[in-house]
């Protein structure tokens, strides 16, 4: 019986199904859409001593600080009357100094929290023993088109860690695939059948959806829905992801300790950086993320934020309560939520769940964006999920807190238009003054002239003030650092820190203004209804050619130059005064080009160190071992199925059942199949197919039977 013919037979008698070799037996969980405009009746969590205390001493801080830099605008812009332009400044003022105030209030109470802890700011190598655990738990790994083998390195770095610890009976680990690339499909299922077949202790599975709606957050709730309820916790990663194994039981321990705890966030540590831009992100996250990010967990309590990976949740609390509905209207704003962890903390918090962050942990990690260009794309996605949730403000019985977090995804966003408007009224009032001549005497009586001016002396003492507040937050890692003996030792010295620090800043500054641009632009494009759509991140090194860095900068040069001219025309000081914007924009291209580059020459490698390059984590060792091997991806799927019968067979078992309903045809199916019988031989087949139809195809066990069949 030739291999189609066992096929159909097998299709006939319902021995394919949507679980095999691949999967293991289905368990399925309810997992409803939750109500926006009708809260469910909940418990709250357990109290956290304090609480009230600690958002009192941000909330009052920040408007403290907000009163007085309000305060010394004011006087700065009063003395020859508030025009209009000059009232807009002042409102714009007010709102982004409020902005920065908070965050550099977060920054305060994190090195406060620090240094009273005494301890370093990431507990890596925490030498309590591991606690024992009895629950069953799942690693969940989704991807989408990423590079199947650096996924296999990292699942099997992160299996053989939890195996050191003893516990690999408790965990099972699923590749949840949403690739859409034929080729990548392919390379997934053979990383996937060489794992199982090397790694026999560990149970670790393989899930492909032919069809990947809503992303990420329909991947995890295909799984709950399927397979959750065996399973007590899921550890959510992130196709970059990597934790180790201590981490990963300390986090279950600590969920089964605390049976009202819903979700506990770590805080990744970025690794593996190549560029420069890449070593600036890793160097800055690490010396001043602990900082921050021990603030706001020690503010944010029980209403603590989920980042969509890295983090532990229990499963019968986020199928009961997060089940995410579609927003009303098109994209961008209508459709499936595109940042959904947020509104899934928030609604499993408003089930009376409890949401922590874990910000000294330590033991988690990801990996950044390699070029400015990478981190502009992703965060142009990040732009337009923080800027749906606009529509999720008045969601019934969120915690105030829930709703803060997503005033302050969307401020994240808002503010870049916000300071580009802001510096384009500080422009257009100096051009005013310039050219349009003011009138000394108005139509009221007065016995002295009124002199449009404003106090320069002020207007200075407030950029030394606002910029006080966003740089003392990085001196005060750095004095945190010099309290942290071996943590200062892995960073390479407390000199190289410094000087580190110093170049960061100056670099990170002159980015700035191109972010700026870059959100901006995003934001007016989102507001006209432009869909960001979801494209496959790089991740290993820049790769950005000169004429690609080119095309994307042009735009930030060319604000650059607009505004140099304008501040020129008006007077040599105003040019001065704006060149740290000016120059960053006039700088876009070369900075782009010069950060991308995989080797600076010039660069010491002891600058922008950190912890983890220095002295890594076995972990981390075992993932650059496991991915040093060269790796290569079929461009022919296909062929590569006819060619490895074992493959083809595991393949076409593990293939959802063929089933749909009368009349409703897929068209790149029906295509691929006249162009498969069109053919005259295997070759000239694979010819004819594009690569949509050769998914459809690989879809199909019967079309794809009949295909690799051809000429035998």
Not at 128 to 147: C, F, K, Q, V
Not at 662 to 676: C, Y
């Amino acid at each position: 019986m030739d291999t189609l013919s066992e096929i159909n037979q097998t299709l006939k008698s319902g021995a394919i199904r949507d679980q095999g070799a691949f999967l293991p037996d289905e368990s399925p969980l309810e997992m409803l859409p939750q109500s926006l405009k009708a809260a469910p009746l909940s418990a709250q969590p357990s109290p956290v001593a304090n609480i009230a205390a600690r958002r009192a001493f941000i909330l009052f801080g920040t408007a403290a600080l907000t009163l007085a830099g309000g305060y010394e605008m004011y006087e700065v812009l009063r003395v020859g009357g508030i025009t209009a332009l000059e009232a807009a400044v002042f409102a714009l003022f007010v709102v982004l100094f409020a902005w920065v105030a908070f965050s550099f209030m977060s920054a305060i109470a994190g090195f406060m929290r620090l240094m009273v802890r005494g301890r370093d700011a990431l507990n890596i190598d925490d030498k309590r023993p591991l606690p024992s655990i009895g629950s069953s738990n799942a690693m969940l790994l989704p991807t989408y088109n990423e590079d199947p083998h650096r996924i296999a390195a990292r699942l099997r770095a992160m299996c053989e860690s939890v195996d050191q610890t003893g516990h690999t009976s408790k965990f099972n680990w699923f590749i949840l695939s949403d690739s859409t690339s034929p080729s990548i499909w392919i390379e997934e299922e053979k990383a996937f059948l060489e794992l199982r077949r090397n790694f026999e202790a560990v149970r670790v599975f393989y899930r492909h959806r032919p069809q990947n709606t809503a992303r990420k957050s329909g991947n995890i709730e295909d799984w709950v829905k399927r397979f959750g309820a065996k399973y007590d916790h899921m550890i959510v990663l992130d196709a970059d992801s990597l934790m180790t194994g201590d981490t990963i039981v300390r986090l279950v321990a600590a969920m089964e300790d605390h049976p009202n705890v819903g979700l506990i966030q770590t805080l990744p540590i970025m690794v593996n950086a190549t560029t420069l831009f890449a070593r600036l992100q890793q160097f800055a996250g690490r010396l001043y993320g602990p900082l921050i990010a021990s603030g706001i967990a020690w503010w944010h309590g029980s209403e603590s934020n989920y980042w969509g990976h890295n983090a532990i949740i229990r499963v019968r609390a986020f199928a009961s309560s997060a089940g995410l509905p579609d927003l009303r209207g098109r994209k961008p704003f209508g459709g499936y939520i595109l940042s959904h962890d947020f509104v899934e903390a928030a609604l499993m918090r408003r089930a009376g769940w409890g949401i922590f962050m874990a910000p000294t942990l330590g033991g988690s990690f990801e990996e950044c964006p390699p070029s400015l260009i990478d981190f502009a794309a992703r965060d142009r996605r990040w732009c337009q999920g923080n800027l749906q949730h606009v529509a999720l403000l008045s969601t019934r019985g969120l915690h105030w807190i829930s709703r803060l977090h997503f005033l302050a995804g969307i401020g994240s966003y808002i503010t870049a238009p916000l300071w580009l408007i802001f510096l384009l009224l500080g422009i257009l009032i100096s051009l005013q003054a310039q050219f349009v001549r003011p009138e000394y005497f108005p139509k009221e009586f007065s016995l002295f002239p009124q002199w449009p001016a404003q106090d320069p002396i002020r207007a200075a003492w407030v950029f030394v003030g606002t910029m006080g507040l966003l740089l003392i937050p990085k001196l005060l890692a750095f004095i945190l650092l010099l309290t942290q003996r071996e943590n200062r030792r892995r960073f390479g010295g407390s000199i190289f820190v410094f000087v580190g620090i110093i170049f960061e800043t100056m670099l990170s500054g002159l980015m700035a203004p191109v972010m700026m641009i870059f959100q901006s632009s995003a934001v007016s494009e989102i507001l006209l209804g432009r869909d960001a759509g979801w494209q496959v991140q790089r991740r290993d090194d820049g790769g950005v050619g000169p004429n690609e860095i080119v095309r994307k900068f042009a735009m930030p040069t060319l604000v650059g130059v607009g505004m140099a001219a304008s501040a020129y025309s008006v007077s040599l000081p105003l040019l001065v005064w704006m060149t740290p914007v000016i120059l960053g924009l006039l700088l876009a291209v070369p900075i782009a080009f010069l950060t991308s580059q995989r080797r600076t020459k010039g660069v010491p490698s002891r600058l922008f160190s950190t912890p983890e390059q220095n002295t890594p984590p076995q972990v981390l060792i075992r993932v650059n071992q496991l991915t040093a091997a060269p790796s290569k991806i079929s461009e022919d799927p296909i062929r590569e199925l006819r060619n490895n019968r074992h493959l083809l067979e595991e393949h076409v078992r593990n293939l959802p059942a063929v089933m749909r309903d009368r009349g409703k045809i897929d068209p790149h199916l029906a295509i691929a199949r006249a162009k498969i019988e069109d053919a005259r031989c295997f070759d000239e087949a694979l010819e004819f197919l594009d690569s949509r139809e050769t998914y459809s195809v690989m879809n199909n066990p019967v079309i794809l039977t009949m295909v690799v069949n051809m000429g035998k």
